[in-house]
């Protein structure tokens, strides 16, 4: 079981990666939303004209973090300084970065659920997929499966 779980939290953890820094990339390339049909009109009530910012922002947070920690989770690499970023000191830094991920995800998804509104079933569906990182994260197969103390 614990290891059918971490591959689940992985395999999550590839798909936000894809998901992210595709669709960082798009913002990017075109920051004004044009790739996704996306009118910058939407950023009215934010402190952004273009979707540049967000766009690194999705493609760092959402794309890189995530694809970062999957990878961790499976090569264990003995990398010192991503341990600088983690505050749970007892749990190997991808087993955080992990966690990271699936809180960045929901908080992503309900700032832009405050700032542009909800407008497409994609966010009630990036909100499952942060809670389901965030509680596969949690669970203690998964978590003593990365403990590190």
Known sequence: MKRFLTVCLITLLVLQAITGLWGGAFLIIAPDGSLFDMPVSALKNSPFTTFLIPGLALLV????????????????????????????????????????????????????????????????????????ITILSLLPAVKNNYATG
């Open 61 to 132: 947070l959402l794309g890189i973090v995530p694809a970062f920690a999957a990878y961790g989770m499976i090569a264990r690499p003995k990398w010192k300084w991503p341990q600088k970023l983690n505050v749970y000191s007892n749990q190997f830094w991808a087993w955080t970065f992990a966690l990271y991920t699936g809180l960045m995800l929901i908080i992503w998804i309900d700032v832009q659920v405050a700032v542009i509104g909800y407008g497409d079933v994609l966010q009630a569906i990036y909100v499952v997929v942060g809670l389901a």
